[in-house]
C-alpha cells in the first residue's frame, strides 16, 4: 500500500517509489509534442499531493483569493480545487507552505506528473485506453464554460492512491515548455528557459484527448484562468541539468541587421507577377502545418525584409493552432518555407497583428484563448528591436480571457504617436469591433469604451462599438477615426444594404454610424483600410460574395471612359478624407491565371474583368511607396501610380 501522510493544512501527501517509464506517445498529429515516446528513470521516492490544491487551503496563504471563488461559475465551495491562479502564484504557495511545513515543497517537474498520473500504466488513461464518461466533468467543448463541480476527490483514485490526474483542472508543473529529447532521460526537469511553463491532465469542459496522460499544454506564465490550479510535491528539486534553450526558427534566423537603403519611389505604374507566400513545407521541415492557413498579418522590417504570419490549424475553433511565419528577404523573389512564429501549446491563437513604428520597433500582437474557440480571448505583445531575429517574451496586455480582445490584423500609430490595435468585439458575425490603444509606445494600453450595450448599428445612430468585425481604422487629418467593416451592414440611399462607416471623435470612446458607397461583404472576406505614404486613403475590398448571386460585381472604367463590370477584390482611393472615392480598380493586371487563394478562397480566375474573389486582407506600405498585399495564401505587390491608371479594355 502507498504509505500516506496528512501535513497541517489538511494536504494529503502520498509517497511515490523510485522508478522507470516510458513518457510521452507516438506523437502522431498535433500531439507530435509527445514524441519521442522515451525511457525516464525517476531515481528517488518523492511524495506528491493526493489532490490538487483547495480554495480552503490556497486561501490560508492568499485570503484575497475568496473574491474569485464563483468566477465564470466555477469553484465556489472550500474542498474545490483552486483555479485562477498563475504559475508565479502557485510557486509563491509553494514557499509559503516550505516556511509552514519545515519542508521542501514545490511544484511537480513535468516527468514527475507523468510518472505519478500513470500509476504504473502505459494506456492513453491510467484505467483504461478510454476515459469512463462517468470520470468526465463536462468533456466537450464549451466557449463558456458550463457550471460543474471541481470537489475534488469525487471520483476513484489511479492504483497510486492519487485523484484527478485526468480532469478536473489542469495543473502547472515546474518545465519551461520545450520539445522531447531522444533517449533515456534521468529525472529530467526540463529547458533552461522558456517563454511558457508546462500544463498537465487537461480540465473540465474540454474534450476528453486533452485529458490522456501523455498530453502536454502550456501557458504563459503570468495567465491565470478557470481550467488551471495545481497540486505540489514534498521534495527537493532533482539536480539534474536543465537541457538547453530551444533554437530559434528559421524566420529568426540568418536575419540581416544592416539598416536597407530604401530606393526612390517608382514613378512609373507596376503590378508584380502574384506569388504565394503560404506553401506547404518540404519534407524534413517539421514545422507543423495543417490543412487550413489563415487571417493573416505584413509588416516590412528596417532592414528591407517583409514578414507575413497567419496561423494554421485544422479547425478554426482547434487547439492545435499554431501561428507561423514567412520571410521575403530583401532581393530575393520567393518568401521562405514557413517555420514556428508563435505558439501557446494547446490553445487556439486566433488574431494576430505586425507593425513596424519606422524607429526600428517591431510589434507583434496575438490573441490566446483559454482553451479552443476564439472568444475568451487574451491579449498578448511582443516587440522586436532587431528585425524580428528576437522578441521580447510575450505579455499580456489584457490578461482578462474576454471579448473584444480578437486581433486583427492592422495596428497603425496616429499623429500623437499613440498606438491602436483594432480586434473583434466578439466572436460572431455581428459584434462589431473595438480598439485597444496604447500612449506609451505598448508599455500600456486601455480599452476607451468600458460600457457592455451592444449598440443598434443604424444611420445617424451612436455607439461604444465599431460597426462591423474584421475592421480597417485609420485617423484622419482632423484627428477624428475612421473605419469600415463586415456586417452590421447599414440600408444606403438606393435601399440597398452597405458597408458601413464608423467615425469617432473622441478617441474610440462612442462611434457615429453610416452607410457607405461600397457593397457589404461576408464570411471569408476581410478589408483593408489605410492611409498612404503619398496621404490619400487606401481601401482595399470585394465586390460581392461568391454567393451573392443575384447583384454580383461592381462597375468599374476603363482608359477610355467606358463602364465595364468588374468581380473580386479592388482598390479604391479617397483624396478628402472618406468622404469620396472617385478611384476604383480592379486588382488584376489583365493576365489570366488560376490561382489558389488559400483559406476559404480556392481556386480563382483572374482575367481582365475577374480578380481575387475571398480572401483575409492585410498590407503594409514600404518606405519606397510599394504597397505589399497579403490575401490568405497570395502575396501582391504594386504601387499606387498603378490603382490611379485604369485599364485599357
Not at 155 to 163: E, H, M, R, S, V
Not at 334 to 343: G, I, L, R, T, V
Not at 374 to 391: F, I, Q, Y
Request: overall charge neutral; some cysteine.
Amino acid at each position: 500500500m502507498t504509505p500516506k501522510t496528512k501535513n497541517s493544512i489538511g494536504l494529503e501527501m502520498v509517497r511515490l517509489p523510485a522508478g522507470r517509464f516510458y513518457m510521452g506517445s507516438a506523437g502522431i498529429g498535433e500531439n507530435a509534442d509527445e514524441a519521442p515516446a522515451h525511457i525516464v528513470d525517476i531515481t528517488k521516492p518523492f511524495s506528491i499531493a493526493s489532490t490538487e490544491i483547495t480554495n480552503k487551503q490556497y486561501e490560508l496563504f492568499d485570503p484575497s483569493h475568496k473574491a474569485l471563488r464563483g468566477k465564470k461559475g466555477l469553484s465556489k465551495g472550500d474542498d474545490e480545487a483552486v483555479i485562477f491562479v498563475s504559475y508565479d502564484e502557485a510557486s509563491a504557495f509553494c514557499r509559503w507552505l516550505s516556511e509552514k511545513e519545515g519542508k521542501a515543497y514545490r511544484l511537480p517537474t513535468e516527468a514527475e506528473w507523468e510518472y505519478a498520473c500513470r500509476a504504473g500504466t502505459l494506456s492513453a488513461y491510467s484505467m483504461a485506453a478510454k476515459l469512463p464518461k462517468e470520470l468526465g466533468k463536462v468533456q466537450e467543448f464549451n466557449r463558456d464554460p458550463k457550471p460543474v463541480s471541481l470537489q475534488v476527490a469525487e471520483f476513484a483514485p489511479n492504483d497510486w492512491g492519487l485523484y484527478d490526474m485526468h480532469g478536473n483542472v489542469e495543473e502547472w508543473c515546474y518545465d519551461w515548455y520545450g520539445p522531447y529529447e531522444k533517449g533515456e532521460q534521468r529525472d529530467p526537469v526540463g529547458r533552461i528557459s522558456g517563454s511558457f511553463r508546462v500544463t498537465r491532465g487537461g480540465s473540465h469542459n474540454t474534450l476528453v484527448q486533452y485529458l490522456r496522460s501523455a498530453n502536454r499544454s502550456a501557458m504563459i506564465p503570468a495567465d491565470k484562468n478557470w481550467m488551471v490550479g495545481f497540486r505540489v510535491v514534498e521534495g527537493p528539486l532533482p539536480a539534474t541539468t536543465p537541457l538547453p534553450a530551444v533554437g530559434k526558427p528559421a524566420n529568426m534566423q540568418n536575419v540581416r541587421q544592416a539598416a536597407y537603403h530604401w530606393s526612390a519611389p517608382a514613378k512609373q505604374a507596376f503590378f508584380s507577377e502574384p506569388v504565394y507566400y503560404v506553401k506547404p513545407p518540404s519534407c524534413g521541415n517539421n514545422t507543423p502545418f495543417y490543412s487550413h492557413n489563415h487571417c493573416p498579418a505584413i509588416t516590412w522590417c528596417p532592414n528591407g525584409d517583409l514578414l507575413a504570419i497567419w496561423f494554421s490549424t485544422n479547425d478554426e475553433s482547434g487547439r492545435e493552432m499554431t501561428i507561423l511565419a514567412s520571410r521575403l528577404r530583401a532581393g530575393s523573389t520567393s518568401w521562405d518555407e514557413p517555420s514556428e512564429f508563435f505558439n501557446v501549446p494547446d490553445r487556439n491563437m486566433t488574431g494576430s497583428s505586425l507593425f513596424c513604428d519606422k524607429e526600428g520597433t517591431l510589434y507583434h500582437m496575438n490573441g490566446v484563448e483559454v482553451a479552443g474557440g476564439w472568444k475568451n480571448l487574451a491579449m498578448v505583445l511582443r516587440t522586436s528591436t532587431d528585425n524580428g531575429a528576437s522578441w521580447s517574451e510575450p505579455r499580456l496586455i489584457d490578461p482578462e480571457h474576454q471579448v473584444r480582445n480578437q486581433v486583427i490584423a492592422g495596428m497603425f500609430q496616429t499623429k500623437e504617436g499613440w498606438l491602436i490595435q483594432p480586434s473583434d468585439a466578439g466572436p460572431g458575425h455581428s459584434d462589431g469591433s473595438a480598439i485597444h490603444i496604447s500612449k506609451d509606445k505598448g508599455k500600456t494600453w486601455y480599452n476607451p469604451y468600458t460600457g457592455n450595450a451592444k449598440p443598434e448599428f443604424k444611420e445617424g445612430y451612436h455607439g461604444g462599438l465599431i460597426a462591423g468585425i474584421h475592421t480597417g481604422v485609420v485617423q484622419l487629418k482632423n484627428g477624428d477615426l475612421f473605419a469600415f467593416g463586415r456586417n452590421n451592414d447599414i440600408p444606403g440611399k438606393d435601399g440597398e444594404l452597405h458597408m458601413p462607416i464608423s467615425i469617432s471623435k473622441d478617441m474610440g470612446k462612442s462611434w457615429t454610424y453610416s452607410a457607405s458607397e461600397f457593397p457589404r461583404i461576408y464570411g471569408g472576406q476581410r478589408l483593408v483600410l489605410r492611409r498612404l505614404n503619398e496621404g490619400p486613403l487606401l481601401l482595399i475590398s470585394f465586390t460581392h460574395h461568391p454567393r451573392e448571386k443575384e447583384k454580383p460585381g461592381m462597375l468599374f472604367k476603363s482608359s477610355s471612359g467606358k463602364e465595364y463590370t468588374g468581380y473580386g477584390m479592388f482598390a479604391a482611393i479617397s483624396y478628402d478624407e472618406g468622404k469620396t472615392w472617385p478611384v476604383k480598380k480592379l486588382l488584376t493586371d489583365g493576365k489570366e491565371r488560376f490561382l489558389d487563394g488559400g483559406g476559404w478562397t480556392g481556386i480563382f480566375k483572374m482575367d481582365k474583368t475577374h480578380a481575387e474573389p475571398m480572401g483575409y486582407l492585410a498590407a503594409t506600405q514600404t518606405p519606397d511607396n510599394n504597397i505589399h498585399l497579403i490575401s490568405s495564401k497570395v502575396y501582391y505587390c504594386f504601387n499606387l501610380q498603378w490603382i490611379l491608371q485604369q485599364p485599357d479594355l
